[in-house]
């Protein structure tokens, strides 16, 4: 049975994990996309993208210690 949990936690930290670099991704390559014109530079975007970034990454955290108290509270 905790065998199982583990495994339930493990692809809920990879999914989590892959949505986050994938929204970091995507929000980086759209920002980038309104900012070279303007002879702007992919730090500047990835700049840009980091607050959004990182209320994804907290969100996942949260998700992720709701969903870790939920599996190991149930019998």
Do not use: C, D
Request: net charge positive.
């Amino acid at each position: 049975m905790v065998e199982e949990k583990q495994k339930k936690l493990r692809l809920v930290t990879y999914w989590l994990f892959s949505s986050v670099m994938i929204v970091f991704a995507a929000v980086t390559a759209y920002i980038y996309l309104w900012v070279a014109p303007m002879s702007g530079t992919i730090w500047q975007a990835i700049g840009a993208a980091l607050p959004i970034t990182l209320v994804v990454a907290v969100a996942a955290a949260i998700l992720y210690a709701v969903y870790y108290f939920l599996i190991y509270k149930k019998n």
